[in-house]
Every structure is written in structure tokens, then in C-alpha cells.
């Protein structure tokens, strides 16, 4: 019986030890070299080794309409460069992910969409207006364009949860209760709640407080939704499920997404749209069906959790 065991556990540790198929095998092979890449904007002038993988936002059709616009934008905290020289556009009325290594500058750059922060240099556009040179009425107006899901639901605790996502429309609205609640229990029953309104914050699982943030973001029906690490904290199938429902009214609803993340299997499931973001730059960014074949090996091995390739520890 011992043996059987030991056998048993002899295979497993077989399993985990698993050889590399032939494609892993020829891409841990290979040399990587940026030398080859085409360059959709320049190199900053004197950081062209620091930038050699970066080359910019892939061209688009002619048309294309921007809900955001990032110009040259660089921000810094003290003598931490965060963004240097960034530019990018997110596409209206499509799911986009902006994607990148831990600390790159991703939460950044939902809060320079919103006002929270503004440039050292350059500009940012949400359809088309500077939001660092609008006066403060016109920031605010601005900001009801925008719904925020943010890492935890940020639920307030003493509050239950049709209290919290009437709390925009009491707000920011003039409308009556029997208004608020006719549009707070349509967007509770769009994100599976339709019976959790009187529940507290600390009642819920972790999926449940992230719909709730989710309906909440709703209300105001904006034209442009963030989210911030929505799949942080939650367990494979959640996070599945979480993204599911991001499609869902997606479709229902339109507008522009924003999901900001490292999650891999979320960008598969729901981006239309890739940017990779990385040391206050864009790596590469494009419609993510491209970017999923990227010829840019440092794309290529943050889009396949690969352990060797151009971004180490560091």
C-alpha cells in the first residue's frame, strides 16, 4: 500500500514537473532583440535603450474616434518619473485594458481621465475637451460622464446596498425616490442583486461587493466606465463571472470601458482593445486579436506569463 502511495505521488510530481511543449520550447530558445521592431513613434532622445521594446500605438483606421487622449503626458512624484512621454487613445464604444506590470503607472492614468491629477506636461482629452485646463464647474460636469468601479466596490460600511447605489442619483440628481428606485433596482437586476438591496457592505462576498460598486457606476448612466482591478481578490470563477457580466451590459449599454489590470485570462475574455503599459510609456497597443499575436517579444511574454524574456524582477 505504501508503495501504491508512493507511486502515486511519484506521477503527480511527474505531472507538475511537466515538459515544455515545442512552441515553449522554441521561444525559451530564442535570442531577444528589439533592433527588428517597427517604431510607431519615436524614442525619447537619450533613453533609447531604457525604451529599445517600445514602440507605440499601432496605427488606426481612419475614422477611429477617441473617448480618451493621452498627448505627451508626463507626471512625476518627487524624482519618480511615472509617465514620461505618453501617448495613447482609447477607442469609443469598445472594451479597452490597459495592461502592465505592478507599479508602471496604470492607476495613474485613471486618475488623470478624472481630474484627480494633472500632467507636469502634456495633455489629456475625454471627447475631445483638455481636462487640465477646465474650469472646476466644468470638471464636475465632466466627472458625471464617468462611472469608477474601484478595486473593492469602495462601498460606504454604514450604508446597505440600494443606499449606496442611490447615493450618485441623490447626489447629482434632482429626481424623486420613486425615480431612484426604479433605476437602483434595474441596475441591481442587471448585476444578479436584484435581492441583495437591504444587505450592509460586510454581508457580502467579495463578488457580490464588486457588483454592487458595479451597479452603483451605472446609475448616472455614463458615457465612460473605469475599472480598476475589478478581478482583484476574487477567485478564478468569479473573476469569469465578473467578466462575463462587463460584456453583458457592455452590449446592453455601450460606451467606453476601461479596465485597467495584469490579469491575463481577463484581457482574453472580454478586451476588444490592448495597451501595454510600461515604465510611463506605451509598449504597444492595438486591437487585442493583434497584440495576442504580437511580434514584440517583451509583449509576448507579459501576454503568455512566460519567466524568461525582456522584463525580469527589476
Given amino acids: 500500500m505504501a508503495d501504491e502511495e508512493r507511486r502515486e505521488e511519484e506521477g503527480t510530481e511527474e505531472e507538475f514537473h511537466k515538459a515544455p511543449t515545442a ?3 522554441a521561444y525559451r530558445e530564442q535570442t531577444f532583440d528589439p533592433s527588428g521592431l517597427e517604431r510607431h513613434e519615436p524614442l525619447p532622445e537619450g533613453d533609447e535603450e531604457e525604451y529599445e521594446w517600445h ?13 480618451i487622449e ?18 495613447l487613445g482609447i477607442p469609443d464604444n469598445q472594451i479597452s485594458m490597459i495592461l502592465g506590470p505592478s507599479g508602471t503607472g496604470k492607476s495613474v492614468c485613471i486618475k488623470h481621465m478624472v481630474g484627480l491629477l494633472y500632467p507636469d506636461d502634456g495633455d489629456v482629452l475625454v471627447h475631445g475637451d483638455s481636462v487640465p485646463n477646465m474650469r472646476d464647474d466644468d470638471l464636475f460636469e465632466m466627472r ?11 462601498l460606504f460600511g454604514s450604508m446597505n446596498v440600494y443606499d449606496n447605489t442611490a447615493f450618485p442619483l441623490r447626489q447629482h440628481t434632482d429626481k424623486s425616490e420613486d425615480e431612484i428606485a426604479e433605476i437602483c433596482n434595474r441596475r441591481l437586476r442587471e448585476v444578479g442583486l436584484g435581492g441583495a438591496g437591504d444587505k450592509m457592505p460586510n454581508e457580502l462576498s467579495g463578488g457580490m461587493r464588486k457588483r454592487a460598486g458595479f ?4 446609475v448616472l448612466d455614463p458615457q465612460i466606465v473605469l475599472f480598476d482591478e475589478p478581478d482583484s481578490g476574487l477567485d478564478p470563477v468569479r473573476t469569469a463571472l465578473l467578466c ?7 452590449a446592453e449599454n455601450g460606451g467606453c470601458y476601461v479596465v485597467i489590470t495584469h490579469d491575463i485570462m481577463s484581457a482574453r475574455r472580454v478586451a476588444d482593445y490592448i495597451a501595454v503599459l510600461w515604465k510611463g510609456r506605451i509598449v504597444e497597443s492595438g486591437p487585442a486579436s493583434e497584440l495576442f499575436n504580437s511580434d514584440n517579444q ?7 506569463g512566460e519567466a524568461r524574456g525582456p522584463l525580469g524582477m527589476e
Fill in 215 to 218: 451597479a452603483r457606476a451605472l
Fill in 23 to 25: 512552441a515553449q520550447k
Fill in 298 to 304: 517583451f509583449v509576448r511574454q507579459f501576454l503568455s
Fill in 244 to 250: 462575463e457580466l462587463i460584456q453583458e451590459v457592455h
Fill in 55 to 67: 514602440q507605440g500605438q499601432r496605427p488606426r483606421p481612419e475614422g477611429s474616434v477617441d473617448a
Fill in 70 to 87: 493621452f498627448i505627451d503626458v508626463h507626471k512625476a512624484f518627487g524624482r519618480n518619473k511615472i509617465l514620461n512621454g505618453l501617448n
Fill in 144 to 154: 458625471k460622464k464617468f462611472g469608477v468601479l474601484f478595486q473593492d466596490g469602495a
